[in-house]
């Protein structure tokens, strides 16, 4: 489907010009000072196969272009062709892209893939897990856990979001830096083991290991509380934090996390039984442990 990113309206794919707002589809099209770019977007041709070692295959039309976090391409046909480059106009901006990328967990460069005609590119995540897609219109985020994101189209900005709450920040880890992902396109996420996705209805609550969110939509509500009385965090196994949800929106957590599956592959590491990675991660570890 085609969007028109200076007013949002969704338009047929073979039109050339957007009925509500008169502005042209053509890629790469500028208008009026202000008014912001316009693009005439392609919905990607692609299928996610495998189960937990899930692989995303994209089938590029000519001139279609995707961009990818460094080391998540499986394979590609020889007609695609790829660049390794930093985002941003100037000098300062790009230096200032891969700084934020850097605390978002992810490589200082992004490579690009596009096709001169009919191709495909193959991409997945770096441990056992599930691909999520999500298909954002113009102005929707989402935000999602460090590091998970793996390709999406060049429509779609990838930014760092700091957690505003002092809670979050303190506690909440590596949660307290997510990436924020807005559109107009597809973009795909990585995350390990299965997914659950719960719906919240305004003001509805749902507590989860810091470590097992994967993503939410920008309407809910985020914040690190503590769990029940001393005796709950000193002997119930789950850390002493919780992230606290409050709908409305979607929220997906994830059955694995990556410090989970290192402390099982390598227990003698340190065992604890929360996610918690934070500035009191030898406190959690001790409280916390399983042992």
């Known amino acids: ?6 007013c949002g309206a969704q338009n047929a794919d073979d ?11 053509v890629a790469g099209a500028v208008p009026a000072a202000g008014a912001g770019p316009v693009y005439a977007i392609q919905p990607l041709d692609y299928s996610i196969e495998g189960d937990n070692l899930q692989v995303a295959r994209v089938r590029l039309k000519p001139g279609q272009e ?7 391409m499986l394979y590609k046909t020889q007609n695609v062709q790829w660049e390794t480059r930093m985002s941003g106009e100037t000098l300062g901006a790009k230096l200032w892209g891969a700084v934020k990328r850097k605390l978002m967990g992810e490589s200082l460069f992004m490579t690009y893939f596009r096709a001169d005609s009919n191709g495909e590119v193959g991409f997945a995540g770096s441990y056992p897990g599930r691909i999520q897609v999500f298909e954002l219109v113009v102005g929707q985020s989402v935000l999602v856990q460090r590091d998970s994101f793996l390709f999406a189209q060049p429509t779609v900005q990838l930014n760092i979001a700091l957690v505003k709450k002092l809670g979050a920040g303190f506690f909440g880890g590596e949660g307290f830096i997510l990436e924020k992902l807005t559109g107009p ?4 996420i990585h995350g390990g083991g299965d997914f659950v996705e719960f719906v919240l209805k305004p003001g509805e609550v749902l507590q989860v290991d810091t470590g097992c969110i994967v993503a939410f939509d920008e309407s809910v509500g985020y914040d690190i509380q503590m769990v029940g009385g001393i005796k709950t965090a000193i002997f119930g196994g789950e850390g002493l934090f919780l992230a606290t949800m409050t709908g409305p929106g979607r929220v997906i957590i994830q059955s ?36």
Not at 1 to 6: E, K, V
Not at 17 to 25: H, M, R, V
Not at 66 to 72: F, L, M, N, S, T
């Open 1 to 6: 489907m085609t969007f028109c990113t200076n």
């Open 15 to 25: 039109a050339k010009f957007c009925p509500s707002c008169g502005k042209g589809l």
């Open 66 to 72: 995707v961009y990818a976090e460094a080391g998540k």
């Open 185 to 188: 396109g597809a973009v795909f």
């Open 256 to 291: 694995m996390t990556l410090t989970k599956m290192r402390r099982e592959l390598a227990p003698s590491v340190g065992r604890s039984g929360g996610d918690e990675r934070s500035p009191l991660g030898a406190i959690t570890d001790i409280f916390g442990s399983d042992d």
